[in-house]
């Protein structure tokens, strides 16, 4: 878009040149008319070239204003991402947590259910081994 708008721009300070230089080639124009007209037309030349940078300038800040914008968008969406990413690997963490406390719990159930079953064990073998000793002494 701005290329068409510096092209037609172009375009009418040629079609002024074109006419001024026909007119100047007639004779009929003098010197001071043909010096006037070729400063009118070197201004308007000027202007136009001034009003194209401007709109350039203007539309190149506004799309440097929308990509920043667009930029500060993503930047949002992707810490937002990154935050629920953290508080579901949070939520994942103190699950396996409670589940390790939980097994070790279990574990240390199991292991004074063991220690107590060897514990009457050790009882019952001292008791037969007394029992033993006592038939053998009573056998002598």
Known sequence: MPRMTKFRALLGVLAVIVLVASVAGCGVVSDQTRQEAKKKLEAKGKQAEQEVKKKLEARKQQASKKVEAKGQQIEQKVKKKVEAGQKDLKKKVDDLRKKVET????????????????????????????KVDAKGQQNQ
């Open 103 to 130: 097994g070790q719990e279990d574990l240390e159930k199991k292991m004074d259910a063991v220690q107590k079953d060897v514990d009457e064990l050790q009882k019952k073998v001292e008791e037969l081994l007394k």
